[in-house]
């Protein structure tokens, strides 16, 4: 009994691996193919997004290509010896002219891919979250505008209030100011008429004025507290997107290069 007759009969076994290997490919840059016709294609957000996938999805075409690269080595393991003429014009033929040959180099191709992903997905990164940084800078600015202005408000009312307090011909003036809302001129001419009880409510409002001013303080204090956390958390976010996205495409790097370098080298022996 020869060694031919020894080994299991297995070719269909390769063109199974083979097919279904081609089919997980084809899949996965078919998918990333009608994605890059998304009209928000331009957007970083939308960019950074397929970056992610395309890294978290990598290994697909890596197990296609690692069940091609079993069924060639299957054909090869239980095709029949070749006679000797056959083997002198398998060593005539060239290499492009074998599609294990592409196959290997597509491989290493997808290990140059994975590596060449890292800086564009640390640029797309950077732009994702300094976007957001910007956007949290704005609304902090606007709030922070809004809050300042009722703080002046809240001080100038203070400061008449308390001038009143001291001199209360500051109220003539007040009353003859065209601009003074008429509900607030009506409680002050009540007022005027009584000294004492322009005094109490004096006091009472300043003292009303002063604790909104501790308020207002207080709404400026939270806001900077909160700036400072989502500052601090997109800060650490960026870094361990950018950590795990490098390692995933690393090692996806390392894998295709793996197959494609000792495919040519297996197929060169």
Known sequence: MTVSENRPNLPPSSRVLTLVGLILILTFFLDFLVRLTSPQLGNAEVQLTLLNDLIDRGVIPLIGLSLIYAGFWFHLYTKPPLVTDAQDDKELRAAWQDPKFWTFVFASLLGLMFLLI????????????????????????????????????????????????????????????????????????????????????????????????????????????????????????????????????????????????????????
């Open 118 to 269: 890292i800086p564009f997905h640390y640029a797309k990164t950077g732009d994702v979250i300094q976007k957001a940084l910007d956007q949290v800078e704005a609304e902090w600015t606007r709030n922070k505008a809004t809050i300042d202005q009722q703080l002046n408000q809240v001080k100038v009312e203070e400061q008449q209030w308390q001038a009143i307090g001291k001199d209360p011909t500051q109220l003539d003036q007040l009353l003859n100011n065209p601009q003074m809302p008429p509900q607030q001129k009506a409680a002050l001419t009540q007022l005027k008429k009584d000294p004492q009880v322009l005094k109490q409510n004096v006091d009472a409002r300043v003292k009303q004025l002063q604790q909104q001013q501790t308020q207002v303080a207080g709404q400026l204090a939270d806001a900077e507290k909160r700036k400072a956390e989502v500052v601090k958390r997109a800060e650490g976010e960026r870094s361990l997107t950018r950590l795990r996205a490098g390692i995933r495409s690393i090692l996806l790097a390392i894998a295709f290069a793996s197959i494609g370098w000792t495919g040519l080298r297996d197929s060169s022996n």
